[in-house]
């Protein structure tokens, strides 16, 4: 099993988003679908219309650079008071996420060293307002949603490499690393 460490599993971007609070309004008039994990009850889920995409210039740089299909551009609902397990995902080496809800008092967790009977440690990530963040979704990580709704903006990217799991987080540090060094390196 491979230890993960904090910068194993998330990275922040230094750019912020234009239209999350938009993209929140349209995701609470929608209905969710259920999706799966592993063939498991799972987190509700919707893609986001094209339009958002062309309104964001982030999100168009993701989708035009790295070649992201629309459809791996979903918005993902969690109910009130829930508790998303330890996985890893099944479809997908990386994903780039953003918080859509306000005062959120969820939280996304990442399992870190080694593996106890009752207790696991952990990294936290709280994430902040308007920030995306490119996400290891590799490592073992779970959610907690607070007392509202919980939605987030989540993008797919890459496929998931069984024996490497860093591949693919690593191939998109590195992108993001390379296209705002500028920003990174006043950090």
Known sequence: MTE????DCYLPIPIKSINRSDILLYAM????SQS?????YSFLQIELPESFIEQDTFLKFVRDEWNIK???????????????????DSGRGASINMMLSEGSDSITYFKAGEEHVLMYNI?????ELDNYYLINSQAP????SGPRDRYLLSISLGIKIVD?????????????YSKYKELYSKK
């Open 29 to 32: 008039t929608q209905t969710f």
């Open 70 to 88: 629309p459809a791996a551009f979903r918005i993902h609902k969690m109910d009130p008071n829930t508790y998303y397990v330890f996985h890893s």
């Open 164 to 176: 490497q799991p860093m591949m693919v987080f690593n191939e998109y540090r590195s992108k993001l």
């Open 141 to 144: 990580h779970g959610a907690i």
């Open 36 to 40: 799966g994990h592993n063939g498991k």
């Open 4 to 7: 993960f460490t904090s910068t």
């Open 123 to 127: 990294i936290p990530l709280v994430y």
